[in-house]
C-alpha cells in the first residue's frame, strides 16, 4: 500500500476486520517468555475459569518477542479502532446532513468551522 490509499479503510475490509476479531478467542491477549535470544514466546489470554490459557507459540529467530507483541496489541486494540472509525463515520454523515441546512444562518467562516468541530467531537 501507498499513499492515501494505504490509509483508508473502506467499510467492507473494515466488515471484515470485525469479523476476524469476533471469530478469534475473547478476552485481552498476553504475551509470555522472550527473555533469552531464541526463547518461545507464548501468546496467551487470561480465561476467568481456568486461568491463562495458551493461544500460539511464536517460533524464529527473529525479533520474536517485537512480533508476538504486534500480534497481542492487533487483537486488543483493532476492536476498539473499528468501532472509533464507525463513530467518526457516523458524526461525518450528521455534518454532512447538518451543515447545509445551518449553512444559511451562520455570519461566516469561522462560525461554520466552529459548528464542523463541535459536530466531530459528538456535541450538540
Known amino acids: 500500500f501507498r499513499g492515501v490509499e494505504a490509509r483508508m479503510i473502506?467499510?467492507?475490509?473494515?466488515?471484515?476486520?470485525?469479523?476476524?476479531?469476533?471469530?478469534?478467542t475473547k478476552g485481552v491477549w498476553l504475551t509470555f517468555g522472550g527473555e533469552t535470544p531464541g526463547e518461545r514466546v507464548r501468546i496467551k489470554h487470561l480465561d476467568k475459569?481456568?486461568?491463562?490459557?495458551?493461544?500460539?507459540?511464536?517460533?524464529?529467530?527473529?525479533r520474536i518477542p517485537e512480533?508476538?507483541?504486534?500480534?497481542?496489541?492487533?487483537v486488543n486494540r483493532l476492536p476498539a479502532y473499528i468501532a472509533d472509525a464507525e463513530e467518526m463515520e457516523r458524526r461525518?454523515?450528521?455534518?454532512?446532513?447538518?451543515?447545509p441546512l445551518r449553512a444559511g444562518t451562520l455570519r461566516d467562516e469561522g462560525a461554520t468551522l466552529d459548528m464542523v468541530l463541535r459536530l466531530l467531537r459528538g456535541e450538540p
Open 10 to 24: 473502506t467499510k467492507e475490509q473494515r466488515e471484515k476486520d470485525r469479523a476476524i476479531c469476533e471469530a478469534a
Open 67 to 74: 512480533n508476538a507483541a504486534a500480534i497481542v496489541n492487533a
Open 49 to 62: 475459569q481456568s486461568g491463562y490459557l495458551t493461544i500460539a507459540e511464536v517460533l524464529g529467530w527473529d
Open 92 to 99: 461525518i454523515a450528521k455534518i454532512e446532513t447538518l451543515a
